[in-house]
Structure formats: C-alpha cells, structure tokens
C-alpha cells in the first residue's frame, strides 16, 4: 500500500478560469472528437482521455452556471 499523499485531479477550492460558454461547448466538442480514437487497452491513453473529458466537461459546467447566473 503507498503511503504517498493524495493530490486530486480537481480542487474545488482551487479558483479557476472561466470560459464563456461558446468556448467551453466547442473545446468539448473537440476533446470529444480528438479522444475517441483512443485505444481501449492502453492505460495510458485512457488515463489521458478519461483526464481531458473531466477537465472539458468541468469546464462546461462552470460555464453553464456562469451564464446561468448559479
């Protein structure tokens, strides 16, 4: 068992940049498409993916409820 510490991938405490929502739906869209063609039985590649899709996802969220007033 590894007694490393735990750093999170995401940080709620952490501020952050917001992009509008425009921005955020089409870097979405992009992510999407740029990691679809990843290969199912590398780790690695699915780490990446699954790592890009929370950051572009996260980022899409904020950007609703900004333009949302939330």
Excluded at 4 to 19: A, C, E, G, I
Excluded at 20 to 35: G, K, M, N, P
Aim: no cysteine; net charge negative.
């Amino acid at each position: 068992m590894s007694t490393r510490p735990v750093d999170p991938l995401y940080n709620p405490q952490t501020p952050s940049w917001t992009p509008s929502f425009d921005i955020a739906l089409e870097a979405a869209r992009e992510t999407l498409a740029e990691q679809q063609g990843a290969n199912i039985y590398d780790d690695r590649a699915m780490l990446g993916a699954a790592v890009r899709l929370e950051i572009a996802l996260r980022h899409l969220l904020d950007a609703y409820d900004a333009e949302a007033g939330r």
